[in-house]
């Protein structure tokens, strides 16, 4: 049958909100959640998965050739019924719970669900994938530079260290300028913000939680406090099967609301891409957002997403909220990461957005056109930093995404054990998403224009090689203030390497001065004035980096879990809430 996704949708929607459409089933109406246990469904007909499990309807087939369904909501199942095509059959409608649809719908479309979340992206565009065999060529030029380098620091380990350091110099200043430019474009003056939205279509918003019961509690009481209306709202919890205390209290704390939990079934690769592409097929809104386990959202998010979708162009299909902490005075190591965060989404990613280039999105507080997702094929399982992948994904379909104006404050990561733990995923992660995207530089080129590939580049390659720079920057410095004499000090003797590392050095101050700034506004004084801890923050992020290439080789899709509701503040929210009985 033809695909009941066509041209239509839209004017079948339209005359389906009709208070009138099908009177005489309105009587039949009540809500009977042991409805679902009374019939035996019918799920036969093939190419009708996908709305049956956006709208989370189930069909039932009468003897006659007529059609019962079973739905959360009337306008479900009418809309279910025009898109399938089958409304001049449709009988009767039964309602229950969109919670025990989603339970049935999930079991019986299991298999096929998980080997599209898994498999889709791989075998419709495998030159995206993460999980397919990198070129020859690629492997070969990996394989001999790494021989090269570890020969040549066995034989010669200064003038190797040396060596290393003028050969990266000109990324280095590269990496430099970008990042000037980037604050410089953060800097001009704002374009006027957007209105209140004209219309209030359905957001979808999927939550991926794993081992995040002590989140849970926060996390429910910031998605009611949602400034949208109730009715254009689908929120999804997703649950990994085994995870039997985290789905147990998500289903104590969401039972008598309008939230779902969405069982995902036990299957590699286990990580957060893999979730959302499993859920992606029930999201029933025009606009998908993503929230994290320990997100608290500003009230009036949605609005605002939904209106920077509005008033941008077609090419727009994502907006990204900024992320911050709500803990960023709990020690040293929190005062750096909110600062970078700072850095990082108030000023570096509002650089690239403006200036129009690729934006490697943060994970969370995302909101997509759905049906661009979908087409795009959703997000690789495979690789652990699936959110800059799939803003190259977009930027090489030739889409863009923009930030906008309100924050989501999470939890700032307080041990050095569990930063080096993120952070060398998000390495790793950085290394697999260049390494994907240059499979065939040429293409790249075409794609997104010669200047964006650049910029795109320098930007994903200091995500790590800046960071595995760091331990040899350590010994040439701990070598410069112990030996008498460090064979690098003839550096100095070469026409113009002066210049160089005085831009160098200039462009870290640069840098520093921008997280001032950045965690100055965001913050205060109290934190800002620890600035200058980044630079042995990010001389710790070394040890990361390492980690992160070795996990590169020998585990490539693993993916190191974040513990979260450690701080005093978390769990201080997370009290509150339970205290209060919300």
Known sequence: MASPHGETSSRYRQETESPVAFPALRETFAYDDRAAHKAEFDF??????????????????????GIVLTAGTYADAIRAAAELGVRDRLRDVRLIRRSAILSRLSARYAQMLTRRSTRDLRDRTPEYSAATGFPVWMRIAWCVIAVMVLAALFSAPFATILNLWVFC???????????????????RPAMPLPGIPERRPVVSILVPVYREADSLPALIRALQMLDYPQRALDIKILLEENDVDTIREARWLTAGTDISCLIVPQSDPRTKPKAMNYALPFARGEIVGIFDAEDAPEPDQILKAVAALEVAGDDVVCAQARLSHYNPTDNLLTRCVAMEYALWFDMLLKGLSRARLPVPLGGTSLYFKTDVLRDIGGWDPDNVTEDADLGLRLARAGKRAVLFDSTTHEEATGSITSWIRQRSRWIKGFMLTWAVHMRDPARLVRELGLIPMLAINVLLLDGFLSFLMQPVVLIAVIATVTMDAPPWLGLMDVPGAGILLGALFAGQLLLLCGAFVAGYRR???????????????????????????????????????????TSPVARARRAAVLENGD
Request: hydrophobic share 50%; proline share 8%; aromatic share 16%.
């Open 44 to 65: 036969r007909p093939s190419g009708w998965e996908d709305v049956l499990c956006r709208y989370a309807v189930i069909p039932e087939f009468t003897g006659n050739g």
């Open 523 to 565: 913050f205060g004084p109290g934190v800002a004035i620890s600035a200058p801890l980044l630079w042995p923050y990010w001389m710790l992020g070394g040890f990361a980096a390492l980690i992160a290439l070795g996990q590169l080789v020998t585990r490539p899709q693993f993916w190191e879990k974040t513990t979260h509701c």
């Open 169 to 187: 110099l000109p990324y280095f200043i590269a990496t430099m300028l970008l990042r000037a430019y980037l604050l410089f474009n953060a800097e």
